[in-house]
């Protein structure tokens, strides 16, 4: 076990989105300055979000959000800390999926009344896996200055005025959550505070009980003396006083167990938490006060006098010069008022001196001496990352082989037509750029889609060409009106031959070839055309840079590739319209014996 | 809330509704009824399937939770000699039960409203043998006993227990049950009484159960048990999970405890209805300190400094009048509905030496219950109350911290001084029991 339960990089992933919470957590990381938000992730299941934003400060910054721990776990494998905040149907199921997954150190569960055969194999499994559980039925634990569960300690005023923000000297360990808050401001006022402190839950079965808290405390240097807050009911209590006894707890303790109330009343009353009544003599409040005071654990004569007792024991540790002063730390304020931001911006900042894409001056990429392209734009800001040199140069490479295909295509002609009827560039080129999509320009995406999970899926090319049957749809990216096998596509041709060259591997494009082969020996001119070319090699590469599967369905999904088709095909369309400028075109109006009319009077019904 | 006791009879029908998915080999009749009356039970007689209660000599007992009834001579058995009871004299016997209040060896006492009738099993003492399982510490514990029957008590060091961890597997349970079955079982009972008792923990275990004890179960020729008492705890907390396995069981009141006032059951009623917790016991209603407390943990220290400083103070534990608490974010007109009920309570009786009645208006630091929000109900019901307050030399006390504390605060010390009231109020800088000891030193 690692003698401090949290430090100030411990960063947990909180299940359930529970937005108040976390807010709470985030404010008490920004108050106390710490580098890193204590939240690193969100499991909720339910969610369509990518991610939450949250105040830090005046500003916001977002959390990503996962729908299932095993992800969240793999984006974050530092998050060492899982606040489980599920029901008590599902903080079970939770709990174990979690330990299975491996890799949490200490887990948090909130819910109370989870059935107690569940809540014993639960603690069982975590003991065996070597992972400090607290709760269940608690709001959970703090390292002042370092790390805060959800809701303890209240809000950020009391947090300071409880001296929460800091380090302070005693280690405190309380059952009930709701006097955790009461305790620390006792020992803040009586003492310098408390450098950890667990509410260890009320239900009868909790994960860590007082003994190992204080086991742990007793090997934390911060820690100089502890304060245990007992009640009524259970034996846990006898446990400090064995280890006090053999001397495995050698710091003083301040004790007191609550309910010494009971004995006035013979039966009938519940005093306290449901779990907490006395089932033997031992294990009432009085008789656990009696037993700890007489093993030389520091027990006051009544609850009234504890702060007199953290006092005196505080004084004389630090008259003996076991505890020092402590250095109060700068802090930072959160505003009292602050703003929601409707928009959020991943790619681009104007706000510095310089504006920036990803994080990149303007300059920096702008001009021929940087040696940087267009394509090192695009990655920039369409992808957020800087590309390597073969993957930039062959973003431009699709771009500038998509640019035109002359005046006849339907965008094309569409952005003409509007060009002539007198409209301005930038509505002409909207017309020519509406016509994108599923039939025009999209066989890109759909290329890209299909044979994709044709190869995910291992199908032979016969099972692919028939399963595209079965849906009907003609295979995306293959077929040209007159280019075939003997008479290729030289665009195609210049694609493949760079790919070849300079790709790593282009395992979808060797597949879609042998799909090619099929096809072509059907009908000639059933080649691989200029579309399913470019989307297949967009996977390819996406592969090759390292990204998920997942992501580069997102990319296919999100219409990314066509992207590449509308950011090239402007370039072409407002030449198409500039040159209708320059040669004054008149109005167009497309002749009579071009069209069928075929118009019979409609009959009355 | 965890373990809750149920019925003997709805623990046997438990036991007859599982029987063949556990016990199969061995045989249960489930011979047994529950009735509120003695005319309940003669009506009984005449549904089929039940001929028996007119058939066979019988055996009549209260079900209300309490056991030890053999010695509270509360088990009719025998009219002159035992197994004579006849259906008539089984009826007779509940409506004289019932007539009147009856108090335990123990000191509870009640009405006795609810019995389970059987037939009576001639049996002999060796066929009576001891089974009951619970959970101790972290583990099960399943105890088996060859002497079962009302001395088990006093014969427990012929109980053997058997631990079984929690990640126990079925094969090394039936193992370890299998050896540790209690030797002076006899020989030929031996095997029968260890299968018995592996689906007896299976069943405890699958079940939920907190508790389970058979004393004494008889077995009898070919098989046949006869399940003579029976008591049960189940986890409520699994109550989601058991729906089916449960079917609609209910969890009685204790007996004895089913006494409550009027003013406990509203607040109890309320309770329910309300995501927030509402609770309130009456523990003397001519007590002189009444408490409306905030929060479990904080209820509990104050009534314990209540009972430490009544003592010194030359008062006593009588003193105390009620134990309650509120939490959970209560709306304001819970609150207000809580604060009218103790506060009408306290003032109905003058405090029989003359002395002032001091209200306790405490509460923790609260994480993030508006204060100033709760306290607007309290201070709609001493609007309510003030002139009763008053006639009582109400003092009252308040400590609480938390959001808008300040404000909660101030604006309960402007009503008080408003109407007249005797009011101190205090923050988290104060000590959350230190009113206590103000109020009763003064």
């Avoid at chain 1, 934390?220 to 009640?231: A, C, H, Q, R, T």
């Avoid at chain 1, 295979?475 to 493949?496: A, C, F, T, W, Y």
């Avoid at chain 1, 070319?533 to 999904?557: C, H, K, N, P």
Wanted: proline share 4%; with cysteine.
């Amino acid at each position: 076990m690692m003698e401090r339960l949290f430090t100030r990089d411990t960063q947990a992933i909180f299940w359930n989105n529970n937005k108040k919470a976390i807010q709470r957590m985030l404010d008490y990381d920004y108050v106390i300055k710490r580098e890193t938000p204590s939240v690193a992730a969100i499991v909720a299941p339910t969610s369509s979000n990518k991610f939450e934003k949250f105040f830090w400060g005046a500003d916001e910054i977002m959390v990503p959000v996962y729908k299932n721990t095993a992800d969240a776990k793999a984006a974050h494998p530092n998050a060492d800390v899982l606040l489980n905040f599920a029901s008590f149907r599902t903080a079970y199921d939770v709990t174990m999926e979690a330990l299975a997954i491996g890799g949490f150190r200490v887990m948090m569960i909130t819910a109370e009344g989870i059935p107690e055969r569940l809540a014993r194999t639960m603690i069982n499994a975590a003991r065996k896996a070597n992972v400090t559980v607290i709760g269940p039925a608690t709001v959970g634990a703090i390292a002042p200055g370092a790390f805060k569960i959800a809701n303890i300690g209240g809000t950020i005023d009391n947090i300071i005025k409880s001296k929460l923000h800091r380090t302070g000297s005693c280690g405190l360990v309380t059952r009930s959550g709701g006097l955790f808050n009461e305790l620390s401001n006792i020992i803040a006022l009586n003492a310098d505070g408390i450098a950890e402190g667990v509410a260890i839950g009320g239900d009868r079965f909790v994960g860590s009980v007082f003994i190992d808290n204080l086991l742990r405390m007793e090997k934390n240097p911060d820690v100089k003396y502890m304060v245990l807050l007992g009640e009524v009911g259970g034996r846990e209590e006898y446990k400090v006083i064995e280890a006090v006894k053999s001397g495995q707890i050698k710091k003083p303790i301040i004790a007191w167990c609550i309910g010494t109330i009971a004995k006035h009343f013979s039966s009938g009353v519940q005093f306290g938490h449901a779990g907490a009544s006395a089932n033997a003599d031992e294990e009432t409040a009085v008789a656990k006060n009696k037993a700890m005071k007489e093993a030389g654990i520091y027990v006051p004569d009544s609850f009234n006098d504890l702060p007199k007792t953290i006092n005196e024991v505080y004084t004389k540790l630090k008259n003996e010069g076991v505890i020092g002063e402590i250095a109060e730390p700068e802090i930072n304020t959160i505003p009292k008022i602050r703003r929601a931001k409707n928009f959020v911006c991943t790619i681009s900042d104007d706000r510095g001196e310089e504006a920036t894409y990803a994080g990149f001056p303007i300059s920096s990429v702008a001009t021929p001496d940087t040696g940087k392209t267009i394509g090192d734009v695009v990655s920039l800001l369409w992808f957020k990352k800087v590309y390597p040199r073969w993957s930039v140069d062959f973003i431009e490479t699709v771009i500038k082989t998509v640019a035109d295909h002359g005046p006849a295509v339907s965008g094309a002609h569409n952005a003409k037509v509007t060009a002539r009827a007198g409209k301005s560039v930038v509505e002409a080129l909207v017309t020519g750029l509406l016509t994108i999509g599923p039939r025009f320009g999209g066989a890109i995406d759909g290329a890209a889609k299909y044979f994709k999970y044709a190869y995910d899926n291992n199908m032979t090319p016969a099972e692919f060409l028939s399963y595209m049957k079965k849906q009907g749809i003609p295979i995306p990216g293959i077929g040209h009106r007159i280019k075939s096998l003997k008479n290729p596509d030289k665009r195609v041709e210049g694609l493949k031959n760079f790919a070849k060259e300079y790709f790593p591997s282009t395992p979808l494009l060797d597949y879609a070839l042998t799909v090619e082969q099929l096809t072509t020996s059907k009908k000639e001119n059933l080649i691989l055309n200029v579309d399913g070319t470019i989307g297949i090699l967009m996977v390819d590469m996406w592969r090759a840079l390292g990204y998920s599967e997942e992501q580069i369905d997102e990319f296919i999904e999100s219409g990314t590739l066509n992207s590449f088709f509308i950011l090239g095909r402007t370039i072409g369309f407002i030449g198409h319209i500039l040159d209708e400028k320059r040669l004054a075109m008149p109005m167009y109006r497309h002749p009579f014996d071009d069209i069928l009319y075929d118009v019979s009077k409609a009959e009355e019904i | 809330m965890a373990q809750k006791a149920i019925r003997e009879y709805d623990g046997k029908a438990l036991f007859a509704k599982h029987w063949e998915n556990y016990f199969s080999g061995f045989h249960y009749g489930f011979k047994s009824v529950l009735v509120t009356s003695g005319e309940e039970l003669l009506k009984k007689a005449e549904e089929h399937g039940f001929e028996w209660l007119k058939q066979e000599p019988l055996v009549a007992k209260p079900d209300m939770l309490f056991g030890k009834r053999g010695k509270n001579n509360l088990v009719l058995f025998k009219v002159n000699k035992p197994g004579d009871v006849t259906l008539e004299d089984a009826a007779k016997w509940i409506d004289e039960k019932r007539s009147h209040p009856v108090t335990l060896l123990s000191g509870q006492s009640g009405m006795l409203t609810h019995f389970i009738v059987e037939p009576f099993t001639p049996h002999t003492q060796e066929q009576e043998y001891y089974i009951s399982a619970t959970c101790v510490g972290d583990d099960d514990v399943l105890y088996m006993s060859a002497e079962g029957g009302m001395e088990v008590e006093e014969n427990w060091d012929k109980v053997v227990e058997v631990r079984i961890p929690i990640d126990m597997d079925d094969a090394d349970i039936e193992k370890e049950i299998k050896a540790n079955v209690p030797s002076d079982i006899p020989d030929e009972n031996k095997t029968s009484f260890a299968s018995f008792a592996v689906a007896f923990f299976k069943f405890y275990r699958d079940l939920n159960f907190a508790y389970l004890e058979i004393n004494p179960i008889v077995m009898l020729d070919n098989n046949e048990m006869a399940i003579l008492d029976l008591v049960a705890r189940l986890d409520d907390t699994a109550g989601f999970l058991m729906k089916d396995a449960w079917g609609e069981i209910e969890f009685p009141t204790p007996f004895g405890m089913e006494d409550q006032s009027p003013e406990e059951k509203a607040i109890a009623e309320a309770d329910a209805k309300s995501g927030a917790s509402l609770k309130l016991t009456v523990l003397n209603p001519k007590g002189r300190i009444w408490t409306m407390v905030a929060g479990g943990g904080a209820s509990v220290v104050y009534a314990d400094t209540i009972a430490d400083f009544a003592e010194a103070t030359g008062g006593s534990i009588a003193d105390l009048a009620n134990y309650g608490e509120y939490s959970g974010g209560p709306t304001t007109s819970e609150t207000r509905f809580y604060a009218e009920t103790v506060l009408d309570l306290m003032t109905r009786y003058k405090d029989d030496k003359g002395r002032d009645k001091i209200l306790i208006i405490g509460g923790a630091i609260a994480n993030f219950t508006d204060v100033a929000k709760t306290f607007t109900g309290i201070i709609q019901a001493f609007e309510k109350y003030a002139d009763k307050m008053k006639e009582h030399n109400t003092r009252i006390y308040v400590r609480r911290g938390g959001p808008n504390y300040e404000k909660g605060l101030k604006d309960i010390k402007e009503a008080a001084d408003r109407l007249g009231l005797n009011i101190e109020v205090y923050g988290p800088e104060t000590h959350i029991t230190d009113i206590v000891r103000m109020a009763l030193e003064k």
